[in-house]
């Protein structure tokens, strides 16, 4: 099993920002996409967070996806929301999409607000300890609501780490495959994160491998 290395929680400077934009998410942040709508079944009107949104790419495309779908995405990095709010004014999704500065680790960062869902793509990682993230995200949660965490999965070894980076970043610039290595090396383990699941109560059956390098968290809260 390699350690975790942790790597820098807030994404801030502007070379970062763009350079992490410019990267290809389409085909995961789809999945994400469909996974959620599968799960959570047509949006249903009231607002989703977006946890560490970075630059709105999920919520834009979530958005496409459901016409009802209104997002409020919270990140820690100015910088982030900046571009983010860029991206949506560019798609015309102004109207369903807003933005907060927050840190999620924060308890009742987002005030007393509960949420229709509460999403989460690739910020677990960034956490040294993701605890309290984790309680912030699921005291958001309104009764009949979903929560769906999703990231990377740190592999057992360094040959399995280094055969994901050449399969899934080989056309990227040497940054960017810097960057998904480092990534990698952040991450919980799947079993790391059933130990997450734990903190809030939840069973660890909610937590399972969803891609050779992903692991999500899925919570349906009872009405
Ligand atoms: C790898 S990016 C993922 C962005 C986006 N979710 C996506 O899938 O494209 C991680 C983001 O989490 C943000 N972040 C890290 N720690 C955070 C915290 N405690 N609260 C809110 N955002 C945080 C970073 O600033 C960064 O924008």
Redesign the pocket.
């Known amino acids: 099993m390699i350690p975790r290395i942790l790597e820098p ?3 801030e400077g502007p070379d970062e920002v763009a350079q ?1 934009d410019a990267m290809d ?1 389409r085909a995961v ?1 789809d999945r994400f996409t469909a996974d959620f709508l599968a799960a959570h079944g047509p949006c249903r009107g009231g607002e989703i967070v ?6 709105a ?2 919520p834009i495309a979530l958005a496409l996806a459901d016409p009802m779908a209104r997002i409020v995405g ?4 100015p910088a ?1 929301l900046e571009r983010a709010a860029r991206n949506v004014e560019e798609a015309g999704l102004a109207d369903r999409i807003r933005f907060i500065p ?4 924060l308890p009742h960062s987002l005030g007393d607000a509960r949420f229709e869902a509460v999403i ?4 677990i990682h ?2 040294p300890d993701p605890a309290p ?1 984790l309680a912030t995200m699921f005291e958001h949660l309104e009764p009949g609501g979903t929560l769906m965490i999703r990231d990377l999965a740190r592999p057992d070894d360094e040959e399995t780490l280094a055969a994901l980076v050449e399969q899934y970043a080989a056309g990227e610039s040497a940054e960017a495959r810097e960057l998904f290595r480092a ?1 990698l090396h952040a991450a919980l383990t799947v079993e790391e994160a059933a130990m997450l699941a734990a903190t809030v109560g939840l069973p660890a059956g909610c937590v399972s491998r969803t891609s050779d390098r992903h692991w999500t968290l899925l919570w349906k809260q009872p009405d």
């Open positions: 929680e807030s994404m992490y998410h942040n977006d946890v560490g949104t970075g630059t790419r999920i919270v990140d820690l990095a982030m927050g840190d999620a680790k989460s793509n690739t910020i960034h956490i993230a990534s």
